[in-house]
Nanobody
């Protein structure tokens, strides 16, 4: 079993910055990709961005140039640096981790989410 925990959510003013963290632990043999998703009230969950095992990154158009994803792979930790925050960035942010628990067993695990509120 793989356990994923996010942290760092907070109330921040428009134009401000915030860094989220995500830690994966448990039965992890290897990680293929780690990503951030978000879900605003009344809306569907959407991809924010992800990083692959080979360090390739991909971002939603709405956050390109403002958000940056990085990972401390030896610690199974994922970060989301959010700059120039806008009220429309307000959402619950979820971490997703995909990988292998052993040679044949894969996992696709989610955290419980951390809230980010952008408001003056």
């Amino acid at each position: 079993q793989v356990h994923v925990v996010e942290s760092g959510g907070d109330l921040v003013q428009p134009g401000g910055s915030l860094r989220l963290s995500c830690t994966a632990s448990g039965a992890i043999f290897s990680i293929n990709a780690m990503g951030w998703y978000r879900q605003a009230p009344g809306k569907q969950r959407e991809l924010v961005g992800f990083i692959t095992r080979g360090d390739s990154t991909n971002y939603a158009d709405s956050v390109k140039g403002r958000f940056n994803i990085s990972a401390a792979k030896n610690k199974n930790v994922l970060y989301l640096q959010m700059n120039s925050l806008k009220p429309e960035d307000t959402a619950a942010y979820y971490c997703n981790v995909q990988g292998h628990s052993n040679d044949v067993t894969t996992f696709d695990s989610w955290g419980q989410g951390t809230w980010v509120t952008v408001s003056s």
